[in-house]
């Protein structure tokens, strides 16, 4: 048996979902890789995801001590990365206490189908990342008109027939 649910969940086999279904490799390998890592995720630095509105996101991340040109806000390979790099100090410091961690981080989000960057804001120590959900039109609902009579089956039937023959 398993000694906690977190283990429980680690050991589940995604190996019939692959069989049965066609076109979700991305959602099983999704949850294969979010159950799969490791449970001791890095908390440095620390954030926030808010939605800001229906189709809208923002990411905040907490990065004190860093500059604009130290940081770094990329989307590649259906992710957002986020990462910093310190640059290198002309005057080396002697801290007698130093609580505010500087060093050098890589904080990645995956991003569902569809979300966009629409742009990213450094001030005062937050970096702010907005996301919009933009759905293309041929995923939106629609509706589809209800025609009245026979003229609407016997112009169907007339198509099918041109379509067979």
């Known amino acids: 048996m398993y000694r906690s649910q977190e283990d429980a969940m680690q050991a589940f086999d995604f190996a019939p979902l692959y069989r049965a279904t066609v076109g979700f490799d991305r959602i099983a390998n999704l949850m294969d890789r979010a159950l799969s890592a490791d449970v001791a995720q890095p908390t440095y ?9 229906e189709d809208a996101y923002r990411i905040s991340i907490a990065v004190a001590g860093f500059s604009s040109d130290e940081l770094s806000v990329e989307v590649k ?11 290198a100090e002309a005057d080396p410091k002697t801290y007698l206490h130093r609580g505010i961690a500087t060093r050098a981080f890589e904080r990645r989000f995956t991003l569902a189908d ?9 001030e005062n120590g937050m970096l702010s990342i907005d996301l919009v959900r933009e759905t293309p039109e041929a995923l939106k609902p629609r509706r589809i008109e209800i025609g009245q009579g026979q003229g609407q089956v016997e112009a169907l039937e007339a198509r099918s027939v041109a379509l067979n023959a």
């Open 45 to 53: 630095p620390p954030y926030n995801i808010e939605r800001t509105a």
């Open 77 to 87: 390979e259906g992710g957002l990365v986020v990462s910093a790099k310190r640059s």
């Open 114 to 122: 569809h979300m966009r960057v629409t742009g990213a804001v450094h």
